[in-house]
């Protein structure tokens, strides 16, 4: 007869369902779960865009000369001399530079290029003969003109070296990864940037797709089992409170959405768009990707620590997680704030040079935009990590645990 106070084996943190499915934690959870993946399904039919919205506003931007047909062409030869417009008593020095058409209307025509000035060699594009370019092409005047280097070619081999990186390392869960970043693009390009210029509410889209994105992303990436389900309930959970303190905070900061080219661009191409909702709803989908990071590991972790030492109370699971959820968070506090300021260091290098205060700098909208997104975005991924902990703790715990 088998030892009563030997604790039966346990399953695996990534087991099925069976286990699980008697347990009122997990049923709560999954309540959740199954309700806001309802949600997130009638609010994608509803928001679904018609296609109306981007033609608007793909003819509103070509009346103002924004969209120009592009084409390939390859350099054949440059030439560096006085300029069309040079005169002894203002000497000038230009690159006149000659490409041949690789397709458009005419491929295989030369055509010789607008020159360009080399007093302004900053804005001067360094090219050699042979190289392949990037031609803008207005149809009414026949007029081409340089836009950019052709850059498709090494940006493939860069996604293929990095689908084998993911794939030899992660196997089928890097494929299923790959596929949920597919999944992501998708979402964002095919579902929430038309819908917008539909009319509909920027941020509430931002939501919906962001519901969305996590759903199906770490479904795919972690398996459908509880520990991903109670991850996912977690995210969606510091998710809402990330919404809410950025929206709380943006009105109180009064911002009007207008601080950059972009967003002065967008109302003359489509009318009516609340630029500062879409900039909310952008903080909430840029917090998205570091709060599944958090999520993910907390559930993951509780899970373990469970299935190594099925006697651990629900307050023990709590603890010990929350405990090592600290050293994550510790480490990943200024994530958000790198991404944002990353990808803006020549924005910072000019403000470095403005002689103005650092509080004053912070002031500009263009900066407390990125603030606001950082400090609210942080605040999810540490709420975030209490949030999930319990959750996981609720779910894996023994159910004589739950007891005071």
């Not at 309802?38 to 679904?48: D, N, P, R």
């Not at 990864?177 to 941020?203: N, Q, R």
Request: proline share 6%; charged share 15%; aromatic share 6%.
């Amino acid at each position: 007869m088998p030892d009563p106070e030997v604790p039966a084996e346990p399953s695996r943190p990534d087991s099925g369902w069976e286990a699980w499915t008697s347990h009122r934690g997990l049923r709560a959870v999954l309540v959740f779960v199954v309700g806001a993946a309802i949600a997130t399904a009638v609010g994608v039919v509803s928001l679904w865009p018609t296609g109306e919205g981007i033609e608007a506003a793909m003819a509103s931007a070509a009346e103002i000369g924004l969209v120009t047909d592009r084409y390939t062409a390859t350099v054949r030869e440059i030439r560096d001399g006085p300029c069309a417009y040079s005169t002894e008593d203002s000497p000038h020095n230009c690159r006149q530079v000659t490409v041949v058409l690789d397709e458009g209307p005419d491929p295989g025509t030369v055509v010789a290029l607008p020159e360009f000035d080399l007093e302004f060699i900053a804005t001067t594009p360094s090219l050699r003969v042979d190289q392949k370019v990037i031609l803008g092409y207005e149809p009414s005047t026949d007029y081409y003109f340089y836009a950019d280097i052709d850059r498709r070619t090494p940006l493939a081999w860069l996604s293929a070296l990095f689908a084998i990186f993911v794939i030899a390392l992660g196997r089928r869960r890097g494929v299923l990864a790959l596929v949920g970043m597919a999944a992501t693009l998708a979402v964002l390009i095919g579902f929430m940037a038309p819908s917008v210029l539909d009319g509909h509410d920027p941020l509430l889209v931002a939501v919906v797709a962001a519901a969305a994105i996590a759903l199906v992303s770490l479904y795919l990436a972690h398996g459908f089992n509880p520990v991903t389900t109670v991850a996912l309930a977690g995210t969606l959970a510091a998710l809402g409170l990330t919404l809410l303190f950025s929206w709380a905070f943006f009105e109180f900061a009064a911002f009007t959405g207008l601080a950059s080219e972009e967003a002065l661009v967008l109302p003359l191409i489509a009318g009516g768009l609340d630029v500062s909702s879409l900039i909310l709803g952008g903080a909430v989908i840029g917090a998205l990707g570091a709060l599944d990071d958090v999520t993910v590991t907390q559930a993951a972790l509780v899970a373990e620590l469970h299935y190594r030492n099925p006697g651990l109370r629900t307050r023990e699971l709590v603890a010990s997680g929350i405990r090592v959820g600290r050293e994550h968070i510790a480490s990943t506090v200024n994530t958000l704030l790198l991404a944002y300021t990353g990808a803006g260091i020549p924005l910072v290098m000019l403000f470095a040079v403005s002689n103005q205060s650092l509080v004053m700098v912070a002031n500009s909208e263009l900066i407390a935009v990125e603030l606001v997104r950082t400090l609210c975005g942080s605040m999810g991924l540490v709420a975030a990590v209490p949030i999930t902990t319990a959750l996981a703790a609720l779910v894996k715990a023994d159910p004589s645990s739950l007891s005071p």
